[in-house]
């Protein structure tokens, strides 16, 4: 990993692609396993066996938007965006 161009953020040496820069976090006492974050973001969002949210990684800059809209759709304000 490169941090080598100022104001991009860090990009993979490997593939010079840009590397996430935030994640989603679960705030599991006040989450209610509803699940509606995950059917909002299924590429980063999947619910374990008792419906809570498992997240899968961190958030690529093409997520961002809809991972935004999920967290405002979070009834419950148990979903977070952010930064790594
Ligand atoms: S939308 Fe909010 S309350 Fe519902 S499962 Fe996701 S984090 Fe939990």
Same mark, same amino acid.
């Given at each position: 990993m490169r941090d080598d161009v100022? +104001? $991009?953020?860090r990009v993979?040496a490997?593939? +010079?692609? !840009?590397?996430?820069?935030?994640? %989603?976090? *679960?705030?599991?006492?006040?989450?209610?396993?509803? +699940? %509606?974050?995950?059917?909002?973001? !299924? $590429?980063?969002?999947? %619910?374990? $066996?008792? +419906?809570? !949210?498992? @997240?899968?990684?961190? @958030?690529?800059?093409? =997520?961002?938007? %809809?991972?935004? =809209? &999920? *967290?405002? &759709?979070?009834?419950?304000? &148990?979903?977070?965006? *952010?930064?790594?």
């Open positions: 100022p +104001g $991009e953020g993979s490997a593939t +010079g692609a !840009p590397e996430p820069t935030h994640a %989603l976090r *679960v705030d599991w006492p006040d989450c209610r396993a509803r +699940g %509606l974050c995950a059917e909002l973001l !299924p $590429e980063r969002i999947v %619910l374990d $066996e008792w +419906g809570y !949210p498992l @997240v899968l990684g961190p @958030v690529p800059e093409d =997520e961002l938007t %809809l991972a935004r =809209e &999920a *967290v405002t &759709a979070c009834p419950r304000r &148990a979903l977070h965006l *952010v930064r790594r």
